[in-house]
Every structure is written in structure tokens, then in C-alpha cells.
């Protein structure tokens, strides 16, 4: 079935990287996606990375993608206390661009 | 540029009551739109989508049920709350068609039930 698995919570000090994990199962997915969703909010669009690229980055993030073991990580370098929210990974699924999200990682940075 | 409205922003309602919430999205047309609920401390999860007006698609069976009378327009109800239909209300919209599945995210409802 289909399912993206994320781990619930990481916590950082203000400056250092981050690195967000998740895992797939629909290896179909043409893209996959970062969305950030700050406190009491809808998410927004962080950034997607398209399934033949290992590599993709965008100023202080950096996404990526093993397709091989369905793996994929967002990094942010140098973490602010305004990255603290929930990073939602998530693949596509079928077609009416239905997109299946994980639970949601918690980012907590700290001074 | 397009823009997606919720409406309202907070609920409170009692078991049993009726609910009627609201999305509506401007500046483009024929979109897909969606209904997720983000329950305290969970995931997103697909309730309803839409490919047209009239047409819904629901994801999972529930108390709940979808409606889109108009082409911007996505009308999320019940006839009679219960307290798990508690949590965060998200509404989405994507371009149709799009080789990427971009969804754009309204700013939530909060209901609660009590």
C-alpha cells in the first residue's frame, strides 16, 4: 500500500544543519515534495525535487532522492528559529494529482 | 495570482450539530481541490478531491461528506458532528493536468467538538 513514513520530531541549535528524513513506497511518484507548515497554518510548497535527479538545492536547502531505497532528506543548512515548524514529506499517488503525506516532522531550533 | 480562502478560521460546535465549512479559490479555473483533515499531532489525510463540478471522490468513509455546487467552490459537511471530527480542516487546489502535482493550501479551519 501507500505509505511515507517520517520521524516525528527533531530538535536543533540555531545554526547548525538539519536534515529531515522520510520514505515512499509508490516508486511511480514523477516528483516528490516539501511542504512546511508553520504554527496554526495551511502548508506551503518548500520545494520538490523531480525522480530522476539525485540532487536538488535551493539556497540553504538541499533535497535528496534515493530512488533505490525509496529515500528521501531535506537538509537545511544553517538552521533559524524561523524553520521551527512541520516539514510534510510526500510522494504522488494515482492520478487526479493525489498526493499521500507523511505525519509531519517537528522542527524545534533552539538558541 | 491565485488565492484560496477558508472560511471561517475557528469553529466550536457540539456533538450532533450540523457543519458547513467553506473554500473557495480565485484566479484560476477548473481546478482539482481537496479536503484534508490534520488530526492533533497527525498526519494529513485525503477526505475528499475534485475534478469538476458535481464530482467527488472520498478517500475514506466517514461522517462527512463534499460538495462542489460551483467550479471555485468546495463545500465540506455533516449532518451530525461527532467528537472525532475534531481537528484541522485543510483545503487545497492544483492546476489540472500539471505534470507536477503542486497542491496550494488554504489557511485551515480549526473545529472543534465538544
Known amino acids: 500500500g501507500e505509505d511515507v513514513e517520517q520521524s516525528l520530531f527533531l530538535s536543533v541549535r540555531e545554526g547548525d544543519s538539519s536534515v529531515i528524513n522520510c520514505t515512499y513506497t509508490?516508486?511511480?511518484?514523477?516528483?516528490l515534495y516539501w511542504y512546511k507548515q508553520e504554527p496554526g497554518a495551511g502548508l506551503q510548497l518548500l520545494t520538490y525535487?523531480?525522480?530522476?535527479?539525485d540532487m536538488k538545492q535551493d539556497q540553504r536547502l538541499t533535497v535528496l532522492l534515493n530512488k533505490k531505497d525509496k529515500h528521501l532528506s531535506l537538509r537545511i543548512a544553517d538552521t533559524q528559529t524561523g524553520d521551527s515548524a512541520i516539514y510534510f514529506c510526500?510522494?504522488?499517488?494515482?492520478?487526479?494529482?493525489?498526493?499521500?503525506f507523511g505525519a509531519g516532522t517537528r522542527l524545534a531550533v533552539h538558541p | 495570482s491565485q488565492t484560496i480562502h477558508q472560511w471561517p478560521a475557528t469553529l466550536v460546535q457540539p456533538v450532533g450539530s450540523p457543519l458547513s465549512l467553506e473554500c473557495t479559490v480565485e484566479?484560476?479555473?477548473?481546478?482539482?481541490l481537496y479536503w484534508y483533515r490534520q488530526a492533533a499531532g497527525r498526519g494529513l489525510q485525503l477526505l475528499f478531491y475534485?475534478?469538476?463540478?458535481?464530482?467527488i471522490s472520498s478517500e475514506v468513509p466517514q461522517n462527512l461528506s463534499a460538495s462542489r455546487p460551483q467550479d471555485r467552490q468546495f463545500i465540506l459537511s455533516s449532518k451530525k458532528l461527532l467528537l472525532s471530527d475534531s481537528g484541522f480542516y485543510l483545503c487545497?487546489?492544483?492546476?489540472?493536468?500539471?505534470?507536477?502535482?503542486?497542491?496550494?493550501f488554504g489557511p485551515g479551519t480549526r473545529l472543534t467538538v465538544l
Open positions: 487545497a487546489w492544483s492546476i489540472r493536468g500539471n505534470p507536477r502535482n503542486e497542491q496550494f
Open positions: 509508490d516508486s511511480s511518484s514523477t516528483y
Open positions: 525535487i523531480f525522480s530522476n535527479m
Open positions: 510526500a510522494e504522488e499517488s494515482g492520478g487526479y494529482n493525489k498526493l499521500i
Open positions: 484566479g484560476t479555473s477548473n481546478p482539482n
Open positions: 475534485s475534478v469538476g463540478i458535481g464530482q
